[in-house]
């Protein structure tokens, strides 16, 4: 549903210019505490993780917006009428989000250092002409961006040089 979102966007931006965002959303590697073991629903710690992040970023987000997989690992987001600069601003209430309420319950064990899940995000702002796999392929580039040199980061598409 995301690329269609996108899509329709696209065709809104040809007949009135209007910005809009696409988000990659991908939890960093972590290790649960063990008192995130399997539920008996034989739900894993990650498995629980991931959907806690799906909820949360269903709540932190407007109705007008949308939120999708786009692998089985990274969230697809679909900002209408949303710049990359007010992008990156929900993009940091997501993650202060997941400092508080539910999230403190999730420790992550990194270098004996207990603290919760970081997310890196990559961020692209719709260019005029771009396809809906395009916009993908920077987003793509600005996620590996975003591993490559250090994770736990929001990289804007547009700052890279491509």
Same mark, same amino acid.
């Given at each position: 549903?995301?690329? #269609?979102? &996108?899509?329709?966007?696209? #065709?809104?931006?040809?007949?009135?210019?209007? @910005?809009?965002?696409?988000?990659?959303?991908?939890?960093?590697? +972590?290790?649960?505490?063990?008192?995130?073991?399997?539920?008996?629903?034989? =739900?894993? @710690?990650?498995?629980?993780?991931?959907?806690?992040?799906?909820? !949360?970023?269903?709540? /932190?987000?407007?109705?007008?917006?949308?939120?999708?997989? *786009?692998?089985? /690992?990274?969230?697809? =987001?679909?900002? @209408?009428?949303?710049?990359? &600069?007010?992008?990156? +601003?929900? !993009? *940091?209430?997501?993650?202060?989000?997941?400092?508080?309420?539910? +999230?403190?319950?999730?420790?992550?064990?990194?270098?004996?250092? %207990?603290? $919760?899940?970081?997310? $890196?995000? %990559?961020?692209?702002?719709?260019?005029?002409?771009? $396809?809906?796999?395009?916009?993908?392929?920077? !987003? /793509?580039?600005?996620?590996?961006?975003? *591993? @490559?040199?250090?994770?736990?980061?929001?990289?804007?598409? /547009?700052?890279?040089? *491509?």
């Amino acid at each position: 549903g995301c690329m #269609e979102f &996108i899509d329709q966007l696209r #065709e809104r931006n040809a007949r009135k210019v209007e @910005a809009f965002c696409a988000v990659l959303v991908e939890l960093d590697p +972590w290790v649960a505490d063990a008192s995130l073991a399997a539920d008996a629903k034989g =739900l894993s @710690a990650h498995d629980k993780v991931q959907l806690m992040l799906s909820d !949360l970023l269903s709540t /932190e987000l407007r109705a007008v917006d949308r939120v999708g997989r *786009h692998t089985p /690992e990274t969230f697809l =987001l679909v900002l @209408a009428d949303t710049t990359s &600069i007010q992008t990156v +601003w929900v !993009l *940091h209430r997501i993650r202060e989000s997941m400092h508080y309420g539910q +999230w403190s319950a999730v420790r992550t064990k990194a270098a004996g250092v %207990s603290k $919760t899940p970081t997310l $890196t995000m %990559s961020v692209a702002q719709y260019r005029a002409g771009e $396809t809906a796999e395009q916009m993908l392929l920077r !987003l /793509e580039a600005a996620l590996q961006h975003g *591993h @490559a040199t250090g994770r736990d980061q929001i990289v804007i598409a /547009e700052d890279l040089k *491509h």
